[in-house]
């Protein structure tokens, strides 16, 4: 069987998604109208293309997604490039590395992988990838006195959050009010003492949600009223627990009603500037556009 291998462009969207639907790929279920956004620009992203198709004659038989995004790391652009959704039909799997190379030579630009499989794992550290999430710290609903959130000041409409935020948090707050997830900000003592936080609903697998937060302006002030926050949560969006990157926490306090789960497959990254802590948050990414289950 001859193949070949091209740009996949907007009007791709039909065959991928037939494709897709049918793979073994954990973000098989997504539907339709979520699978649209990862054919549009994004974020400041605008190559014109979206990945690479596997094609045997008319028929596309392969795909490896690419979401090309921008974002600011201290006070400089940087361009990202996330690879994502990539499946071969079986009988087609000797042909895969035709997807993989093309998208090892993206210039100027960070590749990240927020979700491999085993084997994507397995073949990105051999061409150089590095570790970026190892763990999450998963927050359980159990009650506690502080669960009563006596005293918290909690906003929740968008049109008074986004007046307390800084320049680098309401960019955030912008970049991110036309994708499905959740802003919340708890306030100080004063305006300029808060904590800005985006919360996503996602799941493990088709069935198990649950709550992910994916930013934390203020990480001491979120630990400090997270006993109220994962029951308010767990109980507003119906899922099971709070979790987020234990590294990105980045705090010694002993954390009651928690647990460390390890990525089976961490995500991954690859870059000649930039390091793992200057990647995190994991905002601007596919998970967070289309809210598939992370690994």
Same mark, same amino acid.
């Given at each position: 069987m001859d193949t070949s291998v091209r740009r996949a462009v907007a009007e791709d969207l039909p065959k991928v998604y037939a494709l897709l639907r049918d793979s073994s790929l954990n973000s098989a279920w997504v539907p339709l109208d979520a699978r649209r956004r990862m054919f549009r620009p994004v974020w400041g992203g605008d190559e014109g293309y979206y990945g690479y198709? +596997?094609?045997?004659g008319d028929d596309v038989v392969g795909f490896l997604g690419l979401l090309f995004t921008e974002r600011e790391i201290s006070g400089v652009k940087r361009k990202f490039c996330e690879i994502h959704s990539w499946?071969?039909?079986?009988?087609?799997?000797?042909d895969s590395m035709k997807l993989f190379l093309p998208a090892l030579s993206v210039r100027k630009a960070t590749l990240v992988n927020y979700t491999p499989t085993q084997t994507v794992y397995d073949i990105s550290k051999k061409f150089g990838f590095d570790d970026l999430e190892t763990k999450l710290r998963a927050f359980l609903p159990v009650p506690t006195f502080r669960s009563l959130g006596l005293g918290v000041r909690l906003e929740t409409k968008k049109h008074v959050i986004v007046q307390y935020l800084d320049e680098a948090d309401r960019k955030?707050? +912008?970049?991110h009010t036309d994708v499905e997830c959740n802003h919340f900000l708890i306030r100080g003592r004063s305006d300029t003492d808060y904590s800005y936080?985006? +919360?996503?609903?996602?799941?493990? @697998?088709?069935?198990?949600?649950? @709550?992910?937060?994916?930013y934390a302006s203020n990480k001491k002030m979120l630990v400090e009223n997270i006993d109220f926050l994962k029951l308010y949560w767990c109980f507003r969006f119906g899922v099971a627990l709070i979790a987020m990157d234990d590294d990105e926490l980045g705090t010694d306090w002993k954390l009651p009603f928690t647990k460390v789960i390890p990525r089976e497959f961490p995500s991954l990254y690859k870059s000649k500037e930039l390091e793992a802590a200057d990647i995190k948050p994991a905002l601007y990414t596919l998970p967070l556009l289309i809210g598939y289950r992370l690994h």
């Open positions: 198709v +596997l094609e045997d499946y071969v039909k079986e009988e087609y799997r000797h955030i707050f +912008l970049d936080i985006i +919360l996503k609903k996602m799941r493990l @697998g088709r069935f198990r949600p649950f @709550g992910r937060v994916l």
